[in-house]
């Protein structure tokens, strides 16, 4: 039972626009979330956090937005570049508990 | 130039071997992970240790052992007993014990193959 589940495998964006990647979850506990940038071949590099006591954190041009009561988080990427094509894993965390990654969306930015 | 450093970066397995995958880290984190990733699948937890002589296992543990003699390396065995060993090994770290609301930060992996 995939308690962190990315239900998009695949996107596919031009560059210069909005890339939009989704994940949800069903444990109730989690309280803080990440996404992770992952190129083949390389260890996932950490890209932005958001905790459960916010809605919104921003970096650059990546905005992760939160909405608790549907167990919904985004990664918004504007404007898009065909550098961020990678693989993205979102995972979350509970007190506790070890970090949950959901299975990934390979984002295409195409030139 | 602190990191985690993964060798080899292929390793090729032959039935009913053993095999180890090494693991280190400059950066003086306490907790270490690794961590086995599938196609089409996220980054399933082996093994982690929060604090050197001491680890516990994860969600796929069976096949697998570690140690933690030192703090910096945390290396990987998988066993013979592990029948499906083919896939992407990645080790990470977190500052402190426990690790919450850290983040973890990765070594570059080891891709193991079975001949």
Same mark, same amino acid.
């Given at each position: 039972?995939? %308690?962190?589940? $990315?239900?998009? @495998?695949?996107?596919?964006?031009?560059?210069? +626009?909005?890339? =939009?990647?989704?994940?949800? *979850?069903?444990?109730?506990? /989690?309280?803080?979330?990440?996404?992770?940038?992952?190129? @083949?071949?390389?260890?996932?590099?950490?890209?932005?956090?958001?905790?459960?006591?916010?809605?919104?954190?921003?970096?650059?041009? /990546?905005?992760? /937005? &939160?909405?608790?009561?549907?167990?919904?988080?985004?990664?918004?990427?504007? #404007?898009?570049?065909?550098?961020?094509?990678?693989?993205?894993?979102?995972?979350?965390?509970?007190?506790? %508990?070890?970090?949950?990654?959901?299975?990934?969306?390979?984002?295409?930015?195409?030139? | 130039?602190?990191?985690?450093?993964?060798?080899?970066?292929?390793?090729? +397995?032959?039935?009913?071997?053993?095999?180890?995958?090494?693991?280190?880290?400059?950066?003086?984190?306490?907790?270490?992970?690794?961590?086995? $990733?599938?196609?089409? %699948?996220?980054?399933?937890?082996?093994?982690?240790? $929060? =604090?050197?002589?001491?680890?516990?296992? !994860?969600?796929?543990?069976?096949? *697998?052992?570690?140690? +933690?003699?030192?703090?910096?390396?945390? @290396?990987?065995?998988?066993?013979?007993? $592990?029948?499906?060993?083919?896939?992407?090994?990645?080790?990470?770290?977190? #500052? &402190?014990?426990?690790?919450?609301?850290?983040?973890?930060? /990765?070594? #570059? !992996?080891?891709?193991?193959?079975?001949?």
């Amino acid at each position: 039972d995939q %308690q962190v589940k $990315q239900n998009s @495998p695949s996107l596919s964006v031009q560059e210069g +626009r909005i890339s =939009i990647l989704n994940c949800d *979850y069903t444990n109730s506990m /989690f309280d803080y979330f990440l996404w992770y940038k992952k190129y @083949p071949a390389e260890g996932p590099t950490f890209l932005i956090s958001i905790s459960s006591i916010k809605d919104k954190n921003e970096d650059g041009r /990546f905005t992760v /937005f &939160l909405n608790k009561s549907a167990k919904h988080l985004s990664l918004h990427i504007v #404007p898009s570049q065909p550098g961020d094509s990678a693989v993205y894993f979102c995972a979350a965390e509970s007190h506790g %508990q070890n970090f949950v990654f959901g299975p990934g969306t390979r984002l295409s930015v195409l030139p | 130039d602190g990191g985690i450093t993964q060798s080899p970066k292929y390793l090729f +397995r032959k039935e009913g071997q053993n095999v180890t995958l090494s693991c280190e880290q400059n950066l003086n984190h306490d907790a270490m992970y690794w961590y086995r $990733q599938d196609p089409g %699948q996220g980054l399933r937890l082996i093994y982690y240790s $929060q =604090i050197v002589n001491d680890f516990q296992k !994860g969600d796929i543990a069976e096949g *697998y052992s570690v140690s +933690r003699e030192k703090k910096e390396s945390f @290396p990987l065995t998988v066993t013979s007993a $592990q029948k499906n060993p083919t896939a992407f090994y990645l080790c990470a770290s977190t #500052p &402190l014990a426990g690790g919450y609301q850290e983040t973890q930060y /990765f070594g #570059p !992996g080891t891709r193991l193959l079975v001949l």
